[in-house]
């Protein structure tokens, strides 16, 4: 399925599981009552990153293109010092460079990897989409109080405009099984859907730093799924990464053990 198609449909649901919500709380749909900055800094997140990145994996192979991309957490995690009353501790550089450690060897362990001058386009998308992500994030910060309900809302325009980009240069692919049906909704529903109502509400209310090098677990778990489903191997790099990803979300949320 092309890939606008894709974000076009997946956003949809995870826009309508939130709009679903309303129903048992009617007085959320307020929360879209938001000014012209919120909305652009919600649709601009979402849908800017996910173009960047789709771009990013037309232009370049995509091992490469996910080494520039995944450097979003620790952009995350540096943003979040310029924010007010947050402070960036060593702990927590220490951490997220544990969890890029980890991510390198992951993808360079699976995957031949070879960065090469005529790819510099999709590079550059894929550093992008880091920026955008990382960015997004950490202006969330400032705008603690709107709601994460508003996230319906960013979903439902991110899935128009996807659209849009879909219906413009791309062929049209439905499915064709229950399998691939319940695929794509169960996308929508957890990765696309739920995923984001959550990470907007651990960037307002959560530790940015802690929560920037946990991120690094993303890749892993991927990984680790398509090993247990027999797409991939087990290897030593898998674990050698599992092990540094580990230690940096574990050092970089070391506060969080803390008593207080």
Sequence with gaps: M?????????????????????????????????????????????????????????????????????????????????????????????????????????????????????????????????????????????????????VAGFCLMTALLAGLCHMSFEPTVWPETVTQWSALILLGLGPVGAAFYAWDRGMKHGDIRALGAASYAAPLLSTIFLVAAGFAEASVSLALAAVLIASGGFVAARDLFRHR
Excluded: C
């Design 2 to 150: 092309p890939a606008f198609q894709l974000a076009a449909m997946t956003f949809a649901i995870g826009g309508l599981l939130g709009v679903a919500s309303w129903l048992f709380r009617p007085q959320a749909v307020r929360a879209l009552r938001q000014s012209l900055p919120v909305w652009l800094l919600g649709v601009g997140g979402l849908f800017g990153y996910h173009a960047l990145y789709f771009l990013a994996l037309r232009l370049a192979p995509p091992a490469e293109a996910q080494l520039f991309n995944y450097l979003w957490p620790i952009l995350i995690v540096l943003f979040s010092a310029f924010l007010p009353g947050e402070r960036l501790k060593p702990h927590h550089l220490v951490g997220v460079l544990l969890g890029l450690t980890g991510t390198l060897v992951l993808i360079a362990g699976m995957r031949r990897v070879e960065i090469r001058a005529e790819y510099i386009a999709g590079y550059l998308a894929a550093l992008g989409a880091a920026l955008a992500w990382a960015s997004y994030s950490v202006l969330s910060r400032p705008f603690k109080d709107v709601p994460s309900d508003a």
